[in-house]
């Protein structure tokens, strides 16, 4: 496919991200295009990979307390694949963990956990492995922890506004609702495989989900309907960003002055959320943002307002952490996967 997708299949995959939930009749008349060509290019665009669909389970209702975000330096010398099947091997496979990238002589991984005593135990192996196989660039992986009780997840893999900047497409977007913490979640045990069954297999019709579980495609059907309308579970689509014309990914690790951090009631810190970001997290005295750039001059002019926005609320003791990924360079090891975890805490 080319690398260059025309204007219809632009809106379409912006639609596809925006509109997740809907079928294809249904999108073709929020988008103004016609249904077989919505069905043409989404067949296309799925067929070489330029998106996928993925489904985001609740879990902050079921029993998990944090949302971790762990990045590291690592030294050069080793290459980026050696270390990639280390970490493969030693931690990735750690349930908690659902996206992980790595570069040359840096990465970032996220993970979702019950309890913080799961989280040090992923830490502990993760700096024994890298420090005996001399990975790490003298320092210690650092984590920071977001317990969802006292955190705010204002953007979670939510990637309608970034693609409608990049393609220049003149919608208005549907106002998004943060991840956040509401009433716990009890399902049967029927509900827990229905359950954990569309987390791990997205992509599948009730039918075939059915044919996995060993039950009627009714019952599927019912069960998604009431995760859905009850917002136990949600559809997400997630764009391939450097198929679709990214350059740049950046992490940023804000840490704020203590005797004048953002106010956190009144969500002062969601004034750096832009079109950019792709996922936000904060608490009292620190954020994680990570963000997407169809280019370096892009990436540096937004850094450039975040400095001076920080600065001038005199929110920051220290500048932050900042790391950039090159998409076409980088290694995604774990690929925003939420099965493991979601079996784990199900109890499965």
Same mark, same amino acid.
């Given at each position: 496919?080319?690398?260059?997708? !025309?204007?219809?299949?632009?809106?379409?995959?912006?639609?596809?991200?925006? =509109?997740?939930?809907?079928?294809?009749?249904?999108?073709?008349?929020?988008?103004?295009?016609?249904?077989?060509?919505? @069905?043409?290019?989404?067949?296309?665009?799925?067929?070489?990979?330029? *998106?996928?669909?993925? /489904?985001?389970?609740?879990?902050?209702?079921?029993?998990?307390? $944090?949302?971790?975000?762990?990045?590291?330096?690592?030294?050069?010398?080793?290459?980026?694949?050696?270390?990639?099947?280390?970490?493969?091997?030693?931690?990735?496979?750690?349930?908690?963990?659902?996206?992980?990238?790595?570069?040359?002589?840096?990465?970032?991984?996220?993970?979702?956990?019950?309890? =913080? @005593?799961?989280?040090?135990? $992923?830490?502990?192996?993760?700096?024994?492995?890298?420090?005996?196989?001399?990975?790490?660039?003298?320092?210690?992986?650092?984590?920071?922890?977001?317990?969802?009780?006292?955190?705010?997840? #204002?953007?979670?893999?939510?990637?309608?506004?970034?693609?409608?900047?990049? *393609?220049?497409? /003149?919608?208005?977007?549907?106002?998004?609702?943060?991840?956040?913490?509401?009433?716990?979640?009890?399902?049967?045990?029927?509900?827990?495989?229905?359950?954990?069954?569309?987390?791990? #297999?997205?992509?599948?019709?009730?039918?075939?989900?059915?044919?996995?579980?060993?039950?009627?495609?009714?019952?599927?059907?019912?069960?998604?309907?009431?995760?859905?309308?009850?917002?136990?579970?949600?559809?997400?689509?997630?764009?391939?960003?450097?198929?679709?014309?990214?350059?740049?990914?950046?992490?940023?690790?804000?840490?704020?002055?203590? =005797?004048?951090?953002?106010?956190?009631?009144?969500?002062?810190? /969601?004034?750096?959320?832009?079109?950019?970001?792709?996922?936000?997290? !904060?608490?009292?005295?620190?954020?994680?943002?990570?963000?997407?750039?169809?280019?370096?001059?892009? #990436?540096? !002019?937004?850094?450039?307002? /975040?400095?001076?926005?920080?600065?001038?609320?005199?929110?920051?003791?220290?500048?932050?952490?900042?790391? @950039? #990924?090159?998409?076409?360079?980088?290694?995604?090891?774990?690929?925003?996967?939420?099965?493991?975890? @979601?079996?784990?805490?199900?109890?499965?």
């Amino acid at each position: 496919m080319r690398n260059r997708l !025309t204007e219809n299949e632009k809106m379409v995959l912006y639609g596809l991200v925006r =509109y997740p939930h809907l079928k294809d009749r249904e999108m073709a008349d929020k988008m103004g295009l016609k249904h077989p060509t919505v @069905t043409s290019i989404r067949r296309r665009l799925r067929e070489h990979g330029y *998106f996928r669909t993925v /489904k985001l389970p609740m879990l902050q209702n079921l029993g998990c307390e $944090i949302l971790a975000v762990s990045y590291t330096n690592f030294n050069p010398v080793i290459p980026l694949k050696k270390r990639v099947e280390i970490t493969e091997e030693k931690i990735e496979v750690s349930e908690e963990l659902f996206f992980s990238l790595g570069e040359f002589e840096k990465g970032f991984s996220l993970s979702l956990s019950k309890d =913080y @005593t799961s989280i040090v135990r $992923i830490n502990d192996i993760r700096t024994e492995t890298f420090g005996r196989l001399g990975l790490l660039e003298k320092e210690y992986p650092t984590e920071v922890i977001f317990p969802f009780d006292v955190s705010k997840i #204002y953007r979670f893999f939510f990637m309608s506004p970034l693609i409608k900047k990049h *393609f220049g497409i /003149k919608l208005d977007d549907e106002k998004e609702k943060p991840l956040q913490k509401g009433k716990k979640i009890h399902l049967s045990g029927h509900e827990k495989n229905v359950f954990y069954g569309l987390v791990r #297999y997205p992509e599948e019709s009730d039918k075939k989900i059915g044919e996995l579980l060993n039950i009627s495609r009714h019952t599927v059907s019912k069960m998604r309907r009431k995760f859905e309308e009850n917002g136990y579970i949600k559809t997400l689509r997630i764009p391939d960003l450097n198929k679709a014309g990214f350059e740049i990914l950046a992490f940023y690790h804000i840490r704020y002055d203590p =005797y004048n951090p953002p106010d956190f009631e009144q969500d002062e810190a /969601k004034a750096l959320l832009n079109d950019n970001v792709i996922f936000m997290a !904060t608490r009292k005295f620190e954020t994680v943002i990570i963000s997407a750039y169809g280019n370096y001059e892009e #990436y540096k !002019t937004d850094k450039v307002e /975040k400095m001076q926005f920080l600065k001038s609320k005199k929110w920051i003791a220290k500048n932050p952490v900042i790391r @950039t #990924y090159g998409l076409s360079k980088s290694t995604v090891i774990k690929d925003i996967n939420f099965a493991p975890i @979601t079996k784990k805490v199900l109890g499965i």
